[in-house]
């Protein structure tokens, strides 16, 4: 079993930073991917930006410029740094993966339980 926990959330006025960070444990091989998605109230999940194991990165137009995704591959956790931010970037944050347990196994996706971000003066 594989666990995605995220922290880092909160409230933030407009202009301020926050980094978000999430960890993934349980039975893990190898990560293929990680990635933060973010869901609007009244709006789809869509994605925010993703990293992969060999360190290619991409970012929704949306938010380019203004955040950076990392990953510190020992463990097994994803970072997203997230500068200038507006209201518009109000939603809850979750986190993904793409990995498998056993050399073996075929991939899957796990989610993460996602964290608030607010972003209000």
């Known amino acids: 079993q594989v666990q995605l926990v995220e922290s880092g959330g909160g409230l933030v006025q407009p202009g301020g930073s926050l980094r978000l960070s999430c960890a993934a444990s349980?039975?893990?091989?190898?990560?293929?991917?990680m990635a933060w998605y973010r869901q609007a109230p009244g709006k789809q999940r869509e994605l925010v930006a993703g990293?992969?194991?060999?360190?290619?990165?991409n970012y929704a137009d949306s938010v380019k410029g203004r955040s950076t995704i990392s990953r510190d591959y020992a463990q097994n956790t994803v970072f997203l740094q997230m500068n200038s931010l507006k209201p518009e970037d109000t939603a809850v944050y979750y986190c993904?993966?793409?990995?498998?347990?056993?050399?073996?196994?075929?991939?899957?996706?796990?989610w993460g339980q996602g964290t608030l971000v607010t972003v209000s003066s």
């Open positions: 993904n993966a793409n990995l498998r347990s056993d050399w073996a196994a075929g991939y899957f996706e796990v």
């Open positions: 349980g039975s893990i091989f190898s990560i293929k991917a």
């Open positions: 990293i992969t194991s060999g360190g290619s990165t």
